[in-house]
Every structure is written in structure tokens, then in C-alpha cells.
């Protein structure tokens, strides 16, 4: 075990920067229809399975998906949508532990 992940540090630091490594934003996407803990799940898979996402959370209480992404807000939109919310505004997270 120990070995692989040695091997897996060493390749990360031995490759170039990949571009989209660099581009990682934390943004806040404000969201209409999410109404369970399944819409919740339905928007956070839909995100993961693009190239470009890293990362996301999505609240249904309060109607919001946190995404760690380099993709632009337009992709990340469109994405939304296709998982059939609509999407009120995507914004910059600008702090770790900001209120929403």
C-alpha cells in the first residue's frame, strides 16, 4: 500500500502541471427544484461525471451546489439543467467556511 501511494506522489511531482490543475475555483451555483435528498444526489453525480469537476455538494434545504470545477459557468449551467434543475446564479466561494 505504501508503496503505490510513494510511486503515485512521485509521478505527481515528477509530470508537468496539468492545465487544468492550476484552474480549480470553488464556486456556489443557487438552484430552483431541488426538493430531496435524491435531487440532491441526482445534481452532485451529474457534476462528478464531467472532466474538469473535482468536486461537489449539493443541499436541497437551502437550494445550493458547492463545486470545486475549472469548467466555466456556462458548462456548469448547462450541466445543472440537464439534471433538470434552473439555475438562479453562479457565483465565486470566496472563503472556506462563508455563510451561504
Not at 2 to 19: M, R, S, T
Amino acid at each position: 500500500m505504501y508503496f503505490v501511494e510513494k510511486n503515485f506522489l512521485v509521478n505527481l511531482l515528477a509530470c508537468p502541471k496539468k492545465p487544468w490543475y492550476n484552474d480549480i475555483m470553488k464556486k456556489i451555483i443557487k438552484t430552483e427544484g431541488m426538493c430531496c435528498k435524491k435531487c440532491a444526489e441526482r445534481a452532485e453525480k451529474k457534476l462528478l461525471l464531467c472532466d474538469g469537476v473535482s468536486g461537489a455538494r449539493a443541499n436541497y434545504k437551502k437550494d445550493v451546489i458547492l463545486v470545486e470545477s475549472s469548467l466555466s459557468d456556462e458548462e456548469l449551467i448547462s450541466i445543472v439543467k440537464e439534471a433538470g434543475f434552473e439555475v438562479k446564479s453562479v457565483s465565486e466561494r470566496k472563503k472556506i467556511f462563508s455563510r451561504l
